[in-house]
């Protein structure tokens, strides 16, 4: 009866103790997906230095705003090309996913980029572009530069005109939808899932 | 459509040839008429039941001829008898106090987790059949006072009298559940055909398992290893049109004749189901596959005992597509879309986003009986993984969000004297080291840091048996060390230590009655120690727009404090449960009432809008708040005559944060449910047929928190606003789901077939096919509930 005892207590510790010693170091995540920086960089067209805005999360999904720059200004009658560049600051330069615009670019097929914006700024496009609040709003047309395997717009490269009017306060959203297995001629914004949904103050002089 | 025909032909054909129509029934009673409900009675050669709350067993459609009846129950001298079929009345089963020690073949009798003075209900032999196919969660829905809070149609998980997830202990096979039950879309992982019966303890005074219990228990029991030579078992199997899931289980079970003592039982399940549907449109990706099997091995001498047991349960389960969002306009567009995004026509497959799970427990329990007592002992090993995928760009697709895995080692002590005929005592020690680790690769910040946590506890308890009045006490103390290592949002590594220390205790007190009825009361003091989720969870949850942030993050800076320096107090409950019952021939009636008091209930608190590159967000953090929970349970059962009962339950329950004079979130509305059952034999002495028919009532939460719209959060954020900057009163995106009302029908039987019994039962759930959402599930905002189910089951006992 005591052996019997004994034999229970000691396979009782002999399991504790085997099953004790995993604490192992935890190893630090690379975070890919994070996105802490987005640059717009509106180029003139005909030349002259480029205007571009930054948005910065540093703290992701941490309670710290998002710092957003700007205004964006931009002269009247002139022709831009607006270029997005997306950054993982948590990453280093050199590191794998530093650069989102990267992976953007690969899976352009299930990415898209939509607009919205003060009517009136631009010559072209016109209207206020292409952000849908309701399946029924209606949307107007984006210059999109680059476009996926498809054919479809993605909107990492984009051509705006400014209008000949002087404005001020006006703005300027940019949206990133992620759609896989939805990006199809007719998806809209509010297909997906958001990646970026930033709206800057926007001039024109 | 062609095997169901086949199908019921044969039956038919079964019918008609049986001539085993006869019901043995009887009571369970002690010397002093006090009803035992969970007695475990057998009638040989064949099948065995448990006498019900109101003492009371029934054996259907049995064969004419002569039966070794044996009744067991923990405590007392085994009943032994041979019985005639038919018998000419029920019988009435005296048990007899045992003054000697326990018999050692039965100690580990499953109702020793149970006390006289607890508040509790068993879900076991038919009413367990008739949940044969859903989960855990959903079959103890069954119980008056227990709901549960859902994540689409596969995920449940237990709600007893308002409380869940880390304020429910879980008893497997004796052993506590330790899983991730922090989420509240992480179910338990347990595979209900495991169980013989499921208890349900309402009140919080199962002191000897330790912290955590404040809302209740949920322990799952299989049946006694068989002691006896021969070979048994049973299979179940299962098909449903929603889903069109199918389940299939078997269990085997047997003794030796070499070895007298020895039993052992090998069982295993199998569960698969497409994409579920509401009565207008598929639920896309809400499909799940389940493998579980277990193996137990006894060998039970005259004073002592060893038993085995290792169970696995693994599931991989999708999450509803249509509820993955990122920000809170996608969230606004989701809710207003139906039906939801990416739905498309049934499948099988699953995809992102999901769950995979897998739980193994291996346990060791021997005992020995001595003239100093009773003693037992346990190790549990319990090895749990958890991962979680997301729609994620790219190669990141196939690589979890969320890769958890806990390792939790228990051993616990126990010693049962029996002082006197009037007085025993239990004292106990129970021990607990658990390690729990974010498995390196996710590619992004964990949600819950690492962390080793050693527990250790001590109780004792005392039964003093005062003829008509019966009274229990305990008191415990539990000692918590976590050693947590993490990294915060800016992924800056780290590392604490704490230990939290406290005392639990709690009184009960049964006065039995000579017309069959009982009081119960019991007041219990409980208490848990916060989770390491509670105080250091990071991140956005599946299918859910809002950030979580825990107790520990500054609320400015992000950063990680030390718990010393933020108003922290350990959770702790005072719950005073009374109830009544009677059982006689003609009424079975319960009635609880019960009051929960918690004193610095930790809960998600809507603390402000923060915005990111993907738009504003609503935040959430862990706060703490005194709580109350105050409500009814109601059940009666009539029987009007001998074929035609009527059954009525409520469930009543309100909530209210009583510091912030604020209701709560998530607090399942009140239920009302009728049932009529019908029974009849075919022929003169062909089967009994059995129909039933219900309905369900439940009410909208008229005591829900404010609702802020999605538009106004976007519109106060637009306007430089930050919409509960000056108001943190609890809130929700919308309000609660208006009250509905589900009708079902079932229709059931048993044949015997020599010795083979076949149950056979059709279920029709939601049969008028109504649309409607639960308050309680989180995919309410996104989906209607799914439609009309038809279930047919059958079970084979041999």
Same mark, same amino acid.
């Given at each position: 009866m005591k052996t019997f005892l004994h034999v229970l207590l000691l396979m009782a510790v002999g399991a504790l103790l085997v099953f004790t010693g995993c604490d192992d170091d935890p190893g630090k995540e690379n975070v890919p997906e994070l996105i802490t920086e987005v640059t717009l960089t509106f180029t003139p067209a005909g030349g002259g230095s480029a205007v571009v805005v930054t948005a910065t999360d540093p703290d992701g999904d941490g309670p710290q705003d998002l710092q957003v720059d700007g205004p964006i200004t931009l002269a009247k009658n002139t022709t831009y090309v607006l270029t997005l560049e997306l950054i993982n600051g948590l990453l280093d330069p050199g590191d794998d996913g530093y650069y989102i615009t990267e992976e953007i670019e690969e899976e352009a097929d299930e990415h898209q980029f939509f607009f919205r914006f003060s009517e009136g700024v631009f010559a072209s496009p016109t209207g206020s572009g292409n952000i849908k609040d309701t399946p029924s709003t209606p949307v107007g047309t984006i210059n999109y530069l680059d476009e996926d395997d498809n054919g479809r717009p993605l909107g990492l490269s984009t051509s705006w005109t400014t209008d000949n009017v002087t404005v001020s306060d006006k703005s300027f959203r940019v949206m990133l939808k992620h759609q896989p297995g939805l990006k199809s001629a007719t998806s809209t914004s509010l297909d997906g899932e958001t990646d970026v949904d930033l709206t800057f103050v926007l001039h024109v002089n | 459509m062609k095997l169901l025909l086949v199908c019921f032909f044969w039956l038919w054909a079964v019918l008609a040839h049986s001539q085993c129509a006869y019901t043995l029934s009887g009571t369970v009673a002690t010397e002093a008429s006090e009803l035992l409900s969970g007695a475990s009675v057998e009638l040989l050669p064949g099948t065995a039941v448990s006498s019900n709350e109101q003492g009371v067993f029934r054996f259907e459609n049995l064969c004419a001829g002569s039966y070794r009846l044996r009744v067991r129950f923990i405590g007392f001298e085994p009943y032994e008898a041979t019985?005639?079929?038919?018998?000419?009345?029920?019988?009435?089963?005296?048990?007899?106090?045992?003054?000697?020690?326990?018999?050692?073949?039965?100690?580990?009798?499953?109702?020793?987790?149970?006390?006289?003075?607890?508040?509790?209900?068993?879900?076991?032999?038919?009413?367990?059949?008739?949940?044969r196919g859903l989960s855990l969660g959903e079959a103890l829905k069954k119980i008056s006072g227990v709901s549960t809070i859902q994540t689409g149609p596969a995920i449940f998980k237990p709600v007893i009298h308002g409380l869940h997830s880390q304020r429910i202990l879980i008893l497997n096979n004796g052993i506590r559940q330790e899983g991730q039950q922090w989420g509240a879309e992480h179910a338990p992982e347990i595979d209900p055909f495991i169980a013989s019966n499921i208890i349900v303890i309402k009140d919080a005074s199962a002191i000897k398992y330790g912290t955590d219990a404040l809302g209740g228990v949920v322990v799952v029991n299989p049946a006694d290893l068989p002691t006896q030579k021969g070979i048994g078992g049973e299979v179940n199997m299962v098909a449903q049109t929603n889903g069109r899931a199918g389940t299939l289980s078997g269990m085997l079970e047997g003794g030796s004749e070499k070895f007298e003592g020895f039993g052992w039982r090998v069982q295993g399940t199998g569960r698969k189901s497409g994409d579920s549907n509401t009565p207008d449109y598929i639920l896309s990706n809400t499909g799940f596959t389940e493998f579980n099997f277990s193996v137990a091995a006894g060998l039970h001498k005259k004073s002592k005992g060893i038993d085995f047991f290792f169970s696995r349960f693994q599931t991989?389960?999708?999450?509803?597509?249509? &509820? =993955?969002?990122?920000?809170?306009?996608? $969230?606004?567009?989701?809710?207003?879309?139906? +039906?939801?995004?990416?739905?498309? @026509? #049934?499948?099988?497959?699953?995809?992102?986003p999901r769950q995979e799970v897998a739980h193994n427990l291996l346990k060791v329990n021997g005992h020995l009986h001595t003239d100093y007592g009773d003693f037992k002992m346990q190790y549990g090993f319990q090895y749990n993984t958890r991962k979680e995928f997301d729609i994620r760009r790219d190669s990141l697709n196939f690589i979890p969000a969320i890769d958890l895995e806990l390792i939790?080692?228990?051993?616990?002590?126990?010693?049962?004297?029996?002082?006197?005929?009037?007085? &025993? =005592?239990?004292?106990?020690?129970?021990? $607990?080291?658990?390690?729990?680790?974010?498995? +390196?690769?996710?590619?992004?910040? @964990? #949600?819950?840091?690492?962390?080793t946590n050693y527990a250790g506890g001590l109780f004792y308890t005392g039964k003093l048996n005062l003829e008509t009045w019966l009274v229990d006490f305990g008191v415990r103390y539990d000692y918590r060390y976590y050693n947590v290592v993490g990294f915060d949002f800016a992924n800056r590594p780290y590392t604490s230590t704490y230990s939290f220390g406290n005392a639990s205790f709690s009184f009960g007190a049964t006065r039995s009655f000579k017309n069959r009825s009982a009081f119960i009361t019991n007041l219990a003091s409980s208490w848990r120690p916060p989770h390491v989720s509670e105080l250091y969870s990071f991140g956005v949850h599946q299918s859910v727009a809002a950030i979580e942030y825990g107790l520990l993050l500054d609320e400015?800076?992000?950063?990680?404090?030390?718990?010393?320096?933020?108003?922290?107090?350990?959770?702790?409950?005072?719950?005073?449960?009374?109830?009544?019952?009677?059982?006689?021939?003609?009424?079975?009636?319960?009635?609880?009432?019960y009051v929960n008091y918690v004193f610095n209930y930790t809960y998600l608190r809507p603390s402000g809008v923060t915005q990111t590159v993907r738009g504003a967000y609503p935040f959430f953090r862990y706060t703490q708040t005194n709580a109350s929970f105050l409500g009814t349970d109601l059940f009666g059962k009539f029987n009007a005559t001998t074929a035609l009962s009527v059954t009525g339950m409520i469930s009543l329950l309100r909530a209210y944060d009583q510091t912030n004079t604020d209701f709560l979130i998530y607090i399942p509305p009140n239920r009302y449910e009728l049932g009529m059952e019908w029974k009849k034999s075919i022929g003169k002495n062909g089967p009994a047929l059995t129909f039933e028919a219900t309905a369900l009532y439940v009410d909208q939460q008229r005591r829900a928190p404010?609702?802020?719209?999605?538009?106004?959060?976007?519109?106060?954020?637009?306007?430089?606003?930050?919409?509960?900057?000056?108001?943190?009163?609890?809130?929700?995106?919308l309000a609660p789901p208006p009250a509905y009302f589900l009708l079902s029908m079932q229709a059931g039987t048993s044949i015997w077939m020599g010795t083979t019994k076949l149950f056979i039962l059709v279920r029709a759930s939601n049969l008028a096919n109504a649309a409607y959402r639960e308050y309680t599930n989180r995919m309410r905002y996104y989906a209607d509930e799914v439609g009309r189910n038809i279930a047919l089951s059958l079970k084979f006992s041999f």
């Open positions: - | 019985v005639q079929v038919p018998a000419s009345s029920s019988l009435a089963v005296i048990l007899i106090v045992q003054q000697t020690l326990l018999d050692v073949v039965e100690v580990h009798d499953h109702f020793e987790h149970v006390a006289k003075t607890n508040n509790y209900k068993t879900l076991s032999g038919k009413e367990l059949d008739e949940t991989e389960l999708g999450i509803l597509k249509g &509820s =993955s969002i990122s920000s809170t306009e996608d $969230l606004r567009t989701a809710m207003e879309r139906e +039906p939801p995004q990416y739905t498309q @026509p #049934f499948t099988y497959a699953i995809e992102n939790t080692n228990t051993l616990d002590a126990e010693w049962q004297q029996h002082t006197s005929k009037r007085f &025993s =005592s239990n004292a106990g020690l129970n021990t $607990l080291i658990q390690i729990n680790n974010n498995l +390196p690769g996710t590619q992004r910040i @964990p #949600f819950i840091p690492d962390f400015t800076t992000g950063k990680v404090l030390d718990l010393n320096t933020v108003d922290f107090k350990n959770e702790k409950a005072l719950k005073w449960v009374n109830s009544w019952h009677v059982a006689n021939d003609r009424v079975t009636a319960e009635v609880t009432g404010r609702v802020v719209t999605v538009n106004e959060i976007l519109d106060a954020y637009g306007n430089q606003q930050d919409p509960f900057e000056n108001d943190s009163r609890n809130f929700d995106f």
